[in-house]
Antibody, heavy 116, light 107 residues
Framework: EVRLLESGGGLVQPGGSLRLSCAAS????????MTWVRQAPGKGLEWVSS??????YYADSVKGRFTISRDNSKNTLYLQMNSLRADDTALYFC???????????WGQGTLVTVSS | DIQMTQSPSSLSATVGDRVTITCQAS??????LNWYQQKPGKAPKLLIH???NLETGVPSRFSGSGSGTDFSFTISSLQPEDIATYYC?????????FGPGTKVDIK
């Protein structure tokens, strides 16, 4: 069974850092681009960052603060989030890119709350 | 960035009704458009890819059409399990933007 499992969310103060993880199973992780999408409480979906081969891409809203990375030996995707702001509060999903921008497999999400 | 708009923002319909949602892109995106369904507390689910292609395993009452800047998504006969929010998403160019969503419920 193809599965994605996010972890690492929690409550953090403004200016703080968190690292999210997304553990993949059931498919050849290294063969797929992977993406983070977030959803603020009661709001819509926002693409955050993607990792495709050696290339990485970021939304302007997180560029310079977030870093996407992956460890293909551990089948795990990461999102290092620094300088967190209140508007980063959201449920963060990881997703498998079947082709660039088409997300077929999603995790259940991990909640990040930025508040003092 | 390519802006995506959806109409309506919400709708109520009766079981068995035909429901149509429209999505407009701020520039030509060819057919690089997906439709997702999201139920409360769940991750989104891909229903339609490449504007009109039904994802494997998705019921045939769901369909999509359009190209360029104007797209539509239809549920031919609304079922109770279709209560959800539906999002269009363009993947012509980064950032891959989503529409604001259309919330569908039962009247």
């Amino acid at each position: 069974e193809v599965r994605l499992l996010e972890s690492g969310g929690g409550l953090v103060q403004p200016g703080g850092s968190l690292r999210l993880s997304c553990a993949a199973s059931g498919f050849t992780f290294s063969s797929y681009a992977m993406t983070w999408v977030r959803q603020a409480p009661g709001k819509g979906l926002e693409w955050v960052s993607s990792s495709s081969g050696e290339s990485t891409y970021y939304a302007d809203s997180v560029k310079g603060r977030f870093t996407i990375s992956r460890d293909n030996s551990k089948n795990t995707l990461y999102l290092q989030m620094n300088s967190l702001r209140a508007d980063d509060t959201a449920l963060y999903f990881c997703a498998q890119d079947r082709v660039s921008g088409t997300y077929v497999v999603w995790g259940q999400g991990t909640l990040v709350t930025v508040s003092s | 960035d390519i802006q995506m708009t959806q109409s309506p923002s919400s709708l109520s319909a009766t079981v068995g009704d035909r429901v149509t949602i429209t999505c407009q892109a701020s520039q030509d995106i060819s057919n690089y458009l997906n439709w997702y369904q999201q139920k409360p507390g769940k991750a989104p689910k891909l229903l339609i890819h490449d504007a009109s292609n039904l994802e494997t395993g998705v019921p045939s009452r769901f369909s999509g059409s359009g190209s360029g800047t104007d797209f539509s998504f239809t549920i031919s006969s609304l079922q109770p399990e279709d209560i959800a929010t539906y999002y269009c998403q363009q993947y012509d160019r980064l950032p891959f933007t989503f529409g604001p969503g259309t919330k569908v419920d039962i009247k």
